[in-house]
């Protein structure tokens, strides 16, 4: 939905962005002691109610990389 303006289930255009603040939820924890906190941006279609999630800032990604590395099996 984010890349395509379009919902990924139904193809309505009817999106909704829902920021995410940091220590709030959602949100994902990272560095020792979950001392910071990293942003998930929310696209919630308005027709379907299909949602998807994204990290936005790349600075955040490195910092989940770092923290979670390639942990799923290829």
């Known amino acids: 939905m984010k890349r395509k303006n379009h919902c990924a289930k139904c193809a309505s255009p009817d999106l909704l962005l829902i920021p ?9 924890v990272v560095g ?9 941006t929310k696209y919630v279609c308005g027709k ?8 936005e800032d790349a600075r955040d990604l490195t910092e989940l ?9 290829r």
């Open 20 to 28: 995410s603040v940091p220590g709030e939820d959602p949100h994902i």
């Open 32 to 40: 020792q002691c979950g001392m910071r906190s990293v942003a998930v």
């Open 48 to 55: 379907c109610g299909y949602i998807e999630e994204w990290v």
């Open 65 to 73: 990389r770092k923290e979670y590395g390639s942990n799923i099996n």
